[in-house]
């Protein structure tokens, strides 16, 4: 049993990286998610979601890291790779990480609305596709949901109107708040 314990631990010390790619993602105003592709124990690339700063609605953070590792590896294809994200894959990730050809994909928190991993279609278990890579979900998933219930939360806050003793200020005659 001490190797399933080993590869839980390398699982949390590499979603721990994919936290921080996340972590900043928020930084920049985007959802935080973050991603980290590892091959051999090394990681070989990172990404985290860039959708609204480059006005790309592709600009996920799985997308990301699989751009960088092919770039690195000077292949499209990722065999022997295994990609560790924060929150589990769109069809669109998913996709893509099946024509890559990793091995292995980690997620943090199911994603209940968009989940491509068994939360609302298993595309990784669809056996007419040919190719199938090994899916582990709910490694730190506490933290991988918190970040982002944190992050959503604090943009709500941010989108409520300011606030006097409970009610805002209506408007007088000129349209001006009052108060």
Known sequence: MPDAM??????????????ARAQHAWMLGEVPVGAVVVRDGAVIATGFNRPIGGHDPTAHAEIMALR??????GNYRLPGC?????????????????????????Y?????????????VDLFAEAKLNHHT????????????????????????????????????????????AG
């Open 108 to 120: 943090g928190a199911p994603d209940p609305k968009t989940g491509a991993c068994g939360s609302v």
């Open 68 to 73: 960088a590792a092919a770039e690195t590896l």
């Open 82 to 106: 295994t990609l560790y994200v924060t929150l589990e894959p769109c069809a669109m990730c998913a996709g893509a990480m099946m024509h890559a050809r990793l091995t292995r994909v980690v």
């Open 6 to 19: 080993t590869d839980v631990a390398i699982d949390a010390e590499f979603m721990r990286l994919a936290l």
């Open 134 to 177: 090994e899916v582990q979900g709910g490694v730190m998933a506490e933290q991988c949901a918190d970040l982002l219930k944190r992050f959503f939360a604090e943009r709500r806050a941010r989108q409520r109107p300011e606030v006097s003793s409970g009610l805002a200020a209506a408007p007088d005659a000129d349209g001006q708040a």
